[in-house]
């Protein structure tokens, strides 16, 4: 759970007679379903409920779990017990077990084992994280770029960061914000080798597809399967995302309702009684 401050537009509830300032409820944050403490300010109709807007500060616990491209991002345990379907020449598949981590296939050092593999797909869909265009772009290039790690250094600043992960060297200046583990600790990276600091994380399967997204070359030594020309590359289903969406837990949406609701019912049912009570005094 990760607690968010807010500050947005609020409803408030003065109680008095003619005009008031009120302390009540209030809604704020996008969109208007938190509930926080409002501060109104209203004039008395009739029997004194005031109404006025005002803004209303507070705070809402949500879900860490975040969703992209409809997608939720969890942790590893999401998809442990997942496989990954690697294509290999010709239409025969083979299956590998999730164990194997599947930023390592495509890219091996020094040469490899595993010349016949030519492109990862994954059971799950996260293909489309990582859009058709750059898997095109890289799958495609007849020799990507190979870079020392003295030529990702100087890439170090916050509108010019390049990270290192497992042999993939990442332009990962346009993710910082996006990134749901905070801009900082890659920023903190930059430059460098980040591979350890993003395995011990213990990033999930899309978090892995997505690094294909903002490579823009290799680390010398290491080496990139061809890929085969033959498999047609599938267009990306989901428009690039821009912005990560915080998925609200429903539980504290519907409470906020009530939060909301409730002292109202019980306003309206304490002027009611006075207004029936009074009517039946001057009967
Ligand atoms: C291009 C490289 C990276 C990508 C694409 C990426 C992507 C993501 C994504 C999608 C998540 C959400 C959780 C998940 O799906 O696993 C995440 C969380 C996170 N990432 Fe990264 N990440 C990258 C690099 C790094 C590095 C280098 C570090 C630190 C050394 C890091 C630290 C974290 C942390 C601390 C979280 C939060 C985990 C949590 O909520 O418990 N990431 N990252």
Redesign the pocket.
């Known amino acids: 759970m990760v607690l968010t401050n807010f500050n947005g537009a609020g409803v408030g509830f003065g109680f008095g007679i003619g005009c008031g300032f009120g302390i009540g409820w209030g809604f704020g944050g996008t969109p208007l379903n938190v509930l926080g403490l409002g501060v109104g300010g209203g004039c008395g109709i009739g029997l004194g409920l005031g109404w006025g807007f005002g803004t209303a500060f507070g705070s809402q616990y949500r879900s860490?779990n975040?969703t992209?491209q409809g997608i939720e991002?969890?942790?590893?345990e999401h998809d442990n017990n997942s496989e990954i379907k690697v294509l290999q020449k010709g239409t025969q598949e083979a299956l590998l077990p999730r164990s194997k981590n599947v930023s390592s296939y495509p890219i091996t050092r020094g040469g490899s084992s595993l010349q016949d593999v030519d492109r990862i797909h994954t059971t799950t869909p996260f293909n489309f994280l990582a859009p058709a265009s750059s898997a095109l772009k890289l799958s495609t290039m007849a020799e990507p770029r190979v870079f020392t790690l003295a030529q990702v250094a100087p890439h170090k600043s916050k509108y010019d960061c390049w990270?290192v992960?497992n042999g993939r060297v990442?332009d990962?200046t346009k993710?910082l914000e996006e990134?749901?583990?905070?801009e900082e600790?890659?920023i903190e990276?930059a430059g460098k080798d980040?591979t350890k600091?993003?395995e011990?994380?213990?990033?999930?399967k899309?978090?892995q597809s997505?690094?294909l997204k903002?490579q823009v070359g290799v680390l010398q030594g290491y080496k990139i399967q061809d890929a085969d020309k033959d498999v047609p590359l599938k267009e990306s289903r989901n428009k690039e995302m821009k912005a990560f969406v915080i998925k609200d837990d429903p539980v504290s949406k519907y409470a906020a309702i009530l939060d909301f609701f409730v002292p109202l019912l019980v306003a309206g049912s304490y002027f009611g009684y006075r207004f029936l009570s009074r009517a039946a005094e001057v009967a």
């Open positions: 860490s975040v992209f991002f969890g942790h590893k990270i992960i990442l990962v993710f990134h749901p583990g905070g600790v890659l990276l980040a600091g993003f011990d994380v213990g990033h999930s899309a978090a997505l690094l903002y």
